[in-house]
DNA sequence: GCCAACGTTGGC
DNA sequence: GCCAACGTTGGC
């Protein structure tokens, strides 16, 4: 994938009973490192496709109501996460070194909560959204939406 | 809480 | 560099 010059859309998976979109509304500034990321997959996209101004859903999974609950701004642009460091955080990594950093984290800061989940069942039942990364690689924690599927599901929440 | 799917690790 | 064993994710 090429970096364009336009902003680019995301999918972040997090489960709310470790990190919810109302955790991000009340952090300071609503923002929030998104950190602990320890796939490579996902690391590569925060690493090498994640920009400043990027758009964002926010998506719950393992919980009642599955699906994307609002939305968010990338704020800053990836950087070295930097609990791959501290052998105290369950994020800890011995492989990785300052020198060569394994995992990366960005900030995000929250631009709309939604009034309703849009969910994996109503994302499932639209064609429209039938190529949706979410719908093909179920596992994937951090994964690229197109303009399409952004504006489909926006559309859902209103 | 189960378990299928799938990513990662490590012995060979 | 293959692939079995293992660990994790995430919908149900």
Redesign the pocket.
Known sequence: MVRTNSEQYWLF?SEPDCYSIDDLAQAPQQTARWDGV????ARNFLRDQVAAGDRVFFYH??CKI?GIVGTAIVSRASYTDPQQFDPQSPYFDAKSSAEAPRWFCVDITLTKKFAQTVT?DQIKQIQALDEMVLRK?????IQPVTQREWQTINQLAT
Request: net charge positive; no cysteine.
């Open positions: 998976k320890r796939n490579f997959q999974s393992r599955i994996l690689q179920g596992r994937l924690s």
